[in-house]
């Protein structure tokens, strides 16, 4: 991760970039430094990032409406689609869905 976060003091224009350190940061389980690198997503990618980090702040309904966004931007993607699946179930927005005790 150091040497992404020194392509970032380097380049710090870099979208690519940017997002490379973003989703390090979720690997290493610190959504809260992945959020502040993508302040104005422009892609799915960016809205998917921003989601996933969300979620690991346990703020749903955020998480949710950035999950959603990423799939308006690209509806094939799957990742974004299990995301925003999980985020609902764990957020309880499926009423009257029958839950597993």
């Not at 150091?2 to 390090?24: G, N, T, Y």
């Amino acid at each position: 991760m150091d040497h992404l976060r020194e392509a970032l003091h380097l380049e710090p224009s870099s979208d690519e970039v940017r997002r490379q350190l973003a989703q390090a940061y979720l690997e290493s389980h610190n959504p809260a430094s992945a959020l502040t690198l993508i302040p104005n997503p422009q892609s799915a990618e960016d809205y998917y990032t921003r989601a996933a980090a969300l979620n690991g702040l346990r703020r749903l309904p955020e998480a949710d409406e950035e999950a959603r966004r990423a799939i308006e931007q690209d509806p094939k993607d799957a990742r974004a689609w299990l995301l925003r699946h999980g985020i609902i179930g764990a957020s309880g927005l499926l009423t009257g869905a029958p839950r597993s005790e």
